[in-house]
Each structure stands twice: as C-alpha cells, then as structure tokens.
C-alpha cells in the first residue's frame, strides 16, 4: 500500500519517537504502549490542526482557537501547581494536626510572582 494518509505520522516522526522511547527491562511491552500512545498523540494533534487551519480558511478563525483551546488546553502554569500544592499541603497538616498551617506568606510570594 503506497497511498499516504494525511493523519499518519510521516516517518522522521516514527523514527524520532522510535529513538526517544524509553527503554524497559520487561520485554519492550512498556515501550511498545510509550510509542503507541505518543503515535495516536501525533496523530490527534495532526487532526486538530487541520480543523484548525478548516475553521481559518472557512471565515471562523475565532472558533479556531476556541477550538484549539478546549482540545489542548494549556498545561497549569508552575505558579498554580506550587499554589495547588500548598492547599494540598495545608489540607492534610488540618486533617493530621487539628490547625491550621500558616501559609499566607508563601502564598503571597507565590502569588506575586508573574503568570508564566
């Protein structure tokens, strides 16, 4: 079968996910589904990306992004993972202590740090 399809991960990707899969002692089951999930990974991403380019070229680039976002929605930032963390930590130090752990100036400082 010679006939590419547009969704298929050219073979400079295959071959880069092929070198960066990590290497396990059971046999290579672990990196068989590490290569297979970044596959379909390359793949959804593709797809996305030509709805994407659909909706700009067919006069709705703000669905494009509205799109975009709720597909791939961005990563939390270090600021609000370091701030979910302290509520967490806070939480079991109330549960396993009785009290509260002060924590109002680490959260200040956290807070005044630049969304990143």
Not at 48 to 67: D, F, G, K
Not at 71 to 88: F, M
Request: glycine share 6%; aromatic share 6%.
């Amino acid at each position: 079968m010679t006939e590419h399809h547009p969704i298929t991960p050219p073979p400079e990707l295959v071959q880069q996910l092929a070198e960066q899969a990590p290497r396990y002692r059971d046999g290579g089951v672990g990196r068989e589904v590490w290569l297979i999930n970044r596959a379909y990974s390359a793949g959804a991403d593709q797809e996305l990306e030509a709805c994407v380019n659909w909706l700009i070229e067919n006069q709705n680039p703000r669905w494009a992004h509205v799109l975009q976002a709720a597909r791939r929605p961005k990563p939390s930032s270090l600021k609000e993972q370091a701030l979910e963390q302290l509520d967490g930590i806070a939480a079991v130090f109330l549960m396993t202590h009785g009290g509260n752990l002060v924590c109002d100036t680490i959260r200040r400082a956290l807070e005044a740090l630049p969304d990143d």
